[in-house]
């Protein structure tokens, strides 16, 4: 079992950064593929990045060159740093792990931390 805690959201204005943490506990953190997704109010839950185990990184073309991935498996952490950040990117983020590869999202979900953007 794989439990994942996020942090780090909050709001920001447009053009501003944050970064989003998250904590998994498990020692078989490091085979698995983590990531981040996102679901804005009345649309669908979307992929924003995932990193495998292998180091292959996969982005949402609306976050590349802005969002950068990385993972810390000695402290059993996933990061999403946010930069240039822009109202379309308001959403609940969640931390998501237990995959293989960097396309379908694994079983493991966290709570989720709201992003706001705005002025």
């Known amino acids: 079992q794989v439990q994942l805690v996020e942090s780090g959201g909050g709001l920001v204005q447009p053009g501003g950064s944050l970064r989003l943490s998250c904590a998994a506990s498990?020692?078989?953190?490091?085979?698995?593929?983590m990531g981040w997704y996102r679901q804005a109010p009345g649309k669908q839950r979307e992929l924003v990045a995932v990193l495998s185990a292998g180091g292959s990184r996969n982005y949402a073309d609306s976050v590349k060159d802005r969002f950068t991935i990385s993972r810390d498996n000695a402290k059993n952490m996933v990061y999403l740093q946010m930069n240039s950040l822009k109202p379309e990117d308001t959403a609940v983020y969640y931390c998501?792990?237990?995959?293989?590869?960097?396309?379908?999202?694994?079983?493991?979900w966290g709570q989720g931390t709201q992003v706001t953007v705005s002025s």
């Open positions: 998501n792990g237990g995959g293989v590869g960097t396309v379908v999202s694994g079983p493991y």
């Open positions: 498990g020692s078989i953190f490091r085979i698995y593929a």
